[in-house]
Nanobody, 129 residues
Framework: QVQLVESGGGLVQAGDSLRLSCAAS????????MGWFRQVPGKDRDFVAA????????LYADSVRGRFTISRDNSKNTVYLQMNSLKPEDTAVYYC??????????????????????WGQGTQVTVSS
């Protein structure tokens, strides 16, 4: 079965950097669009960033564009989220998403995962002021 395991979260100060990782298993990683979302208690899960399965196309939420960078290493079945210049409002649980179907359009998972997909368990990021 598909498994996604996030790591790299933690407690940092405003202005610091973190790199999140999401290791995937259970199917051919390189064929699937991947994304990062985040959620705070009592609110919806929000889109952060996405990367296409081919061509390296990326999408970002306005709130993180220029500070966060999504990337993938197909040889390691891993997608990354490099987060720089972190702000207290970036505090959330960050979730990795793998598209439900292969070879899809990136719009199928971002900014709304309208075609569904597989989620990891999440990793907590806390940014203190």
């Amino acid at each position: 079965q598909v498994q996604l395991v996030e790591s790299g979260g933690g407690l940092v100060q405003a202005g610091d950097s973190l790199r999140l990782s999401c290791a995937a298993s259970g199917r051919t990683f390189r064929n699937y669009n991947m994304g990062w979302f985040r959620q705070v208690p009592g609110k919806d899960r929000d889109f952060v960033a996405a990367i296409s399965w081919i061509g390296g196309r990326t999408l970002y939420a306005d709130s993180v564009r220029g500070r966060f960078t999504i990337s993938r290493d197909n040889s390691k079945n891993t997608v990354y989220l490099q987060m720089n210049s972190l702000k207290p409002e970036d505090t959330a649980v960050y979730y990795c998403l793998s598209a439900a179907a292969p070879f899809g359009e990136i719009g199928e998972i971002a900014p709304v995962p309208r075609m569904g997909g597989y989620w990891g368990q999440g990793t907590q990021v806390t940014v203190s002021s």
